[in-house]
C-alpha cells in the first residue's frame, strides 16, 4: 500500500470509526462511550448504516473501517453491515466485547461476512486487574477464549490495551503474554479522560517518558507491531532516543536543524488527521475521544466534514497549536492528543497536557 502524504490526509482519512451502537453489557471505568445496555434512543436504523457505508467507500483512499461499539455484536444487522461495506470494497476490522454474545460461531460468522480484523480489549496480565476495569468478572477469561478462538480462525488479532495508573507496572508481563501467543499488533491506548475515563486513572507526564522506552524496547524485540493511541508524543520520543538519532546542525540563519536521516518520513496521524468517527446516533466528529459534533449524518456528508469543516481543519494545521505544541519543532509529526487537550482544558487547540517536552523554539525538524 502506498504510504499516506499530507495532501491525502487533507481529503482522505486512513481509519474510520463506526461505532454502531451504544449498548454494550460491560461497565468498563474507561469507557469512552458511557456504553449502557440497551440501544439509545436515535441510533442509525439499518438503512441509515448502510448509506453510511456507502459514502465512507467514496472516500478518493477508503479508509480501513473499524466496526466498533458499545459491542457491535448487539446489533441485529451486524453481518449484514459487514457483507455490506465489504461489497463497498473497504477493509472492515470488528471489536466485539468479551461478553457471552461473543461466540466462536458469531466470530466464525463475522470472518464469512468479511472481516480482516479483531480488535481485543486485554488491560492487564491477570484476571484481578483486567476484570475490576471492565465491571465484570470472568472478562479476562473470556477476552483470552477469543483470541484462541480468532487464532484458530486464522484472522489477526490486534489486542488494545488502556494504559493506566491500574496496569502501567504490568506492561513487561503482558508484551511477553502477547508475544507467547502470537498477536498481530499490540494497541497501548492512553487515557482520556472522557466518558467513564476518570481522571485520576491517568499516568503523569514523566511517566510517559519511562513507558515509552519501554515499549519502544519491545517494538524491538517482539514478533508483533505496537503502536500508541492518543499519544503522538511516542513519535517524538523515538525521534529522540530511537536507533537513528537526530542530527542537529546550524544553518545560516542560526536555526538549529535537526535531521533524520535514512528513514521515512513519519506522517502523524491523529484525531481529524488520518481518523474520523461517527457515533452511532450519526454523530460526525474528528474522534472517537474528542466528541466536537461537526455535523451529522444523514443530514451531513462525511466527505464533507472531514474536508472541509473548520475543526477538521484546525487539527490540521499545528502551526495553529497554543502553547508549547504550537512552537514544537515536533509539531508536524506529533501535535499532541487534541482529544487530551480539549478533555483536560476545554481547548481542542490547547497544548498537550501530558507532555514533558520543552521545545527548541530554534530547531526545525527536516525529514527526508
Ligand atoms: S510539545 Fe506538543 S508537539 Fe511537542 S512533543 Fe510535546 S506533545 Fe508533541
Same mark, same amino acid.
Given at each position: 500500500?502506498?504510504?499516506?502524504?499530507?495532501?491525502?490526509?487533507?481529503?482522505?482519512?486512513?481509519?474510520?470509526?463506526?461505532?454502531?451502537?451504544?449498548?454494550?453489557?460491560?461497565?468498563?471505568?474507561?469507557?469512552?462511550?458511557?456504553?449502557?445496555?440497551?440501544?439509545?434512543?436515535?441510533?442509525?436504523?439499518?438503512?441509515?448504516?448502510?448509506?453510511?457505508?456507502?459514502?465512507?467507500?467514496?472516500?478518493?483512499?477508503?479508509?480501513?473501517?473499524?466496526?466498533?461499539?458499545?459491542?457491535?455484536?448487539?446489533?441485529?444487522?451486524?453481518?449484514?453491515?459487514?457483507?455490506?461495506?465489504?461489497?463497498?470494497?473497504?477493509?472492515?476490522?470488528?471489536?466485539?466485547?468479551?461478553?457471552?454474545?461473543?461466540?466462536?460461531?458469531?466470530?466464525?460468522?463475522?470472518?464469512?461476512?468479511?472481516?480482516?480484523?479483531?480488535?481485543?480489549?486485554?488491560?492487564?496480565?491477570?484476571?484481578?486487574?483486567?476484570?475490576?476495569?471492565?465491571?465484570?468478572?470472568?472478562?479476562?477469561?473470556?477476552?483470552?477464549?477469543?483470541?484462541?478462538?480468532?487464532?484458530?480462525?486464522?484472522?489477526?488479532?490486534?489486542?488494545?490495551?488502556?494504559?493506566?495508573?491500574?496496569?502501567?507496572?504490568?506492561?513487561?508481563?503482558?508484551?511477553?503474554?502477547?508475544?507467547?501467543?502470537?498477536?498481530?499488533?499490540?494497541?497501548? #491506548?492512553?487515557? !482520556?479522560?472522557? /466518558? =467513564?475515563?476518570?481522571?485520576?486513572?491517568?499516568?503523569?507526564?514523566?511517566?510517559?517518558?519511562? &513507558? @515509552?522506552?519501554?515499549?519502544?524496547?519491545?517494538?524491538?524485540?517482539?514478533?508483533?507491531?505496537?503502536?500508541?493511541?492518543?499519544?503522538?508524543?511516542?513519535?517524538?520520543?523515538?525521534?529522540?532516543?530511537?536507533?537513528?538519532?537526530?542530527?542537529?546542525?546550524?544553518?545560516?540563519?542560526?536555526?538549529?536543524?535537526?535531521?533524520?536521516?535514512?528513514?521515512?518520513?513519519?506522517?502523524?496521524?491523529?484525531?481529524?488527521?488520518?481518523?474520523?468517527?461517527?457515533?452511532?446516533?450519526?454523530?460526525?466528529?474528528?474522534?472517537? #475521544?474528542?466528541? !466536537?459534533?461537526? /455535523? =451529522?449524518?444523514?443530514?451531513?456528508?462525511?466527505?464533507?466534514?472531514?474536508?472541509?469543516?473548520? &475543526? @477538521?481543519?484546525?487539527?490540521?494545521?499545528?502551526?495553529?497549536?497554543?502553547?508549547?505544541?504550537?512552537?514544537?519543532?515536533?509539531?508536524?509529526?506529533?501535535?499532541?492528543?487534541?482529544?487530551?487537550?480539549?478533555?483536560?482544558?476545554?481547548?481542542?487547540?490547547?497544548?498537550?497536557?501530558?507532555?514533558?517536552?520543552?521545545?527548541?523554539?530554534?530547531?526545525?525538524?527536516?525529514?527526508?
Amino acid at each position: 500500500m502506498q504510504p499516506y502524504t499530507t495532501a491525502d490526509f487533507s481529503r482522505n482519512p486512513m481509519m474510520f470509526y463506526y461505532e454502531t451502537t451504544q449498548a454494550c453489557d460491560l461497565e468498563c471505568r474507561h469507557c469512552r462511550a458511557s456504553a449502557q445496555k440497551e440501544a439509545a434512543e436515535g441510533e442509525l436504523v439499518t438503512e441509515q448504516s448502510l448509506a453510511l457505508l456507502k459514502q465512507i467507500a467514496s472516500f478518493d483512499r477508503k479508509p480501513h473501517l473499524v466496526l466498533t461499539g458499545g459491542d457491535p455484536l448487539k446489533r441485529k444487522d451486524l453481518f449484514t453491515l459487514i457483507r455490506f461495506a465489504v461489497d463497498q470494497g473497504l477493509e472492515v476490522a470488528l471489536t466485539p466485547s468479551a461478553t457471552p454474545l461473543a461466540t466462536r460461531e458469531a466470530l466464525a460468522q463475522a470472518k464469512a461476512a468479511g472481516v480482516r480484523a479483531f480488535g481485543f480489549s486485554l488491560d492487564a496480565s491477570n484476571a484481578e486487574t483486567h476484570d475490576a476495569f471492565r465491571g465484570l468478572e470472568g472478562s479476562f477469561a473470556k477476552t483470552w477464549e477469543l483470541l484462541r478462538w480468532a487464532r484458530e480462525l486464522e484472522v489477526p488479532v490486534q489486542v488494545n490495551t488502556t494504559i493506566s495508573r491500574r496496569n502501567v507496572d504490568q506492561i513487561d508481563e503482558m508484551a511477553q503474554e502477547l508475544a507467547d501467543f502470537g498477536i498481530a499488533m499490540w494497541s497501548l #491506548f492512553f487515557l !482520556i479522560p472522557v /466518558g =467513564r475515563g476518570v481522571e485520576e486513572h491517568r499516568i503523569s507526564p514523566v511517566e510517559y517518558e519511562s &513507558v @515509552f522506552a519501554k515499549i519502544y524496547a519491545h517494538a524491538r524485540k517482539q514478533p508483533y507491531a505496537i503502536k500508541t493511541c492518543e499519544a503522538p508524543h511516542y513519535r517524538r520520543w523515538v525521534l529522540q532516543h530511537g536507533d537513528h538519532p537526530l542530527h542537529v546542525r546550524r544553518n545560516v540563519s542560526d536555526a538549529a536543524t535537526v535531521r533524520r536521516p535514512m528513514h521515512r518520513a513519519p506522517l502523524g496521524v491523529g484525531d481529524g488527521k488520518g481518523i474520523m468517527f461517527v457515533s452511532h446516533r450519526g454523530e460526525i466528529c474528528p474522534a472517537g #475521544f474528542l466528541p !466536537i459534533v461537526c /455535523g =451529522r449524518f444523514p443530514a451531513d456528508s462525511v466527505v464533507d466534514i472531514y474536508r472541509n469543516h473548520p &475543526v @477538521f481543519q484546525a487539527i490540521r494545521s499545528p502551526d495553529q497549536f497554543h502553547g508549547n505544541c504550537g512552537r514544537c519543532e515536533y509539531r508536524y509529526v506529533c501535535g499532541g492528543s487534541r482529544s487530551r487537550a480539549f478533555a483536560v482544558t476545554g481547548d481542542y487547540m490547547a497544548s498537550e497536557p501530558d507532555c514533558i517536552y520543552v521545545p527548541n523554539e530554534k530547531a526545525v525538524l527536516v525529514l527526508p
